[in-house]
């Protein structure tokens, strides 16, 4: 039993130091993302009022650098979903510059895409949704008028 104990401790410390090269390589896209990642998941975790501070610090922070983690940085805190300042629309446009020019090649470039890539889904299956209640709610018109000259015919049908 205690040398499973210590097989699981070791597999669960080389498992752990499997982040460890990206962590200490010079590559700073990297680190960046890592970073960015770990500020969009504390942000999630914040109230309405905090969210707002840290959306604003993001902006005035893209105003006075707009550096590419800058402006990742902004993008991916306007794009989370649930959160009390999601800005779909302007979390695209930010990203753009980011994904455009052919294929990825940097790690920073490679999340934006693919945070790009969820947003315009969710921005696609968004304008889907309204389309098919949009929808709905005409055939709900046409039934009910349907429903009206059906009771129109058998109110007829009565009288005669």
Do not use: W
């Amino acid at each position: 039993m205690k040398k499973f104990s210590a097989f699981v401790l070791v597999c669960a410390l080389l498992a752990g130091c499997n982040h460890l090269p990206v962590l200490l390589s010079e590559d700073s896209e990297s680190r960046d993302v890592l970073v960015l990642i770990a500020q969009a998941n504390r942000f999630a975790g914040l109230q309405a009022d905090e969210q707002k501070k840290d959306v604003n610090s993001a902006n005035q922070s893209f105003a006075r650098d707009r550096s590419p983690a800058a402006r990742m940085r902004l993008a991916l805190l306007l794009s989370l979903p649930g959160t009390s300042i999601t800005d779909e629309t302007r979390a695209l446009q930010l990203l753009e510059p980011l994904v455009a020019g052919g294929p990825p090649k940097g790690m920073l470039r490679q999340f934006a895409g693919l945070v790009y890539t969820d947003v315009s889904e969710r921005v696609r299956e968004q304008r889907r949704s309204a389309l098919l209640r949009e929808q709905s709610a005409q055939m709900k018109e046409q039934l009910d008028a349907l429903r009206a000259i059906e009771r129109s015919i058998i109110e007829r049908g009565k009288q005669k």
